[in-house]
């Protein structure tokens, strides 16, 4: 019930947000690596998205694939999916 609460949420806050679609799957995309990250032991700062990437290829390597790992990877494909696409989804 709880997970169903969330989604509702969710889901209410982005229909209310008044941003568009790539906007809000750019948010996801950043909850999606925020989320993972919580839970990947990554030590030191990220600078960038190319360290993430690499800081999680080093953690597939070591723990093989996991449900953060695998967020982080998603969120970051997202988001560079929408880098190379135009606004006008």
């Known amino acids: ?3 169903e609460k969330l ?5 209410v806050l982005m229909s209310d947000s008044n941003l ?14 925020e989320q993972g990250c919580q839970y990947v032991n990554i030590e030191g700062s ?3 998205k190319l ?3 690499n800081k999680i290829v080093e953690d597939i390597r070591e723990n093989g ?3 953060p790992n695998s967020l982080v990877r ?8 929408l880098k190379s696409k ?4």
């Open 7 to 11: 989604k509702s949420d969710i889901h």
């Open 20 to 33: 568009d679609l790539y906007d809000l799957v750019e948010v996801l995309a950043n909850v999606f690596i």
């Open 46 to 48: 990220v600078q960038s």
């Open 65 to 67: 694939e996991t449900l």
């Open 1 to 3: 019930m709880k997970k």
């Open 74 to 81: 998603q969120g970051l494909i997202i988001l560079s999916w």
């Open 86 to 89: 135009e606004k006008n989804l």
């Open 51 to 53: 360290e993430l990437a």
